[in-house]
């Protein structure tokens, strides 16, 4: 490298360094209230909260996956725990896509980071195709043989 790429170089690193200290406290926090909140909510508890119609269980595994968040492999497991409590593959697919691309937990972090406009937009795209792909999904299973 040249002595002027070095200079360019070195200055993203700090510029980076002082963005990442900066949000250090806001994704603790956001670590923290998804901690809490897989701490405190139990399978029976989601599970109870669907009742077999598939239009509101897909709504409400939207929603309650929204607000859960969590990371993608967690999901598969409980995911797979809901099915066999007799929750409905709607309520399951949702929650499963809203789980990992939709986070009212993290909202403010993503708005403060990306800007407001995009995150709102983001997550409305991603509440409207989460409830379309799941019944895509579960269509589209139930049709393969």
Known sequence: MKKGQDRSFIKALKQALVGFVSMTPMILGVIGLVGLFQAYVTQEMLASLFTGDPVKDTLIGTV???????????SYILGGELLEQ??????????????????VVQLPAEAEVLGGR?????????????????????WTLGELP
Not at 64 to 74: E, S, Y
Not at 88 to 102: C, N, R
């Open 64 to 74: 309650a996956g929204g607000i859960a968040v969590g990371q993608a492999l967690i």
């Open 86 to 103: 007799g929750i409905s593959m709607y309520a399951v697919t949702a929650f499963i896509l809203a789980w990992v691309t939709l986070g």
């Open 118 to 138: 995009f995150t709102l937009y983001r997550n409305l795209l991603a509440f409207v195709s989460t409830l379309l792909v799941s019944i895509a999904t579960v």
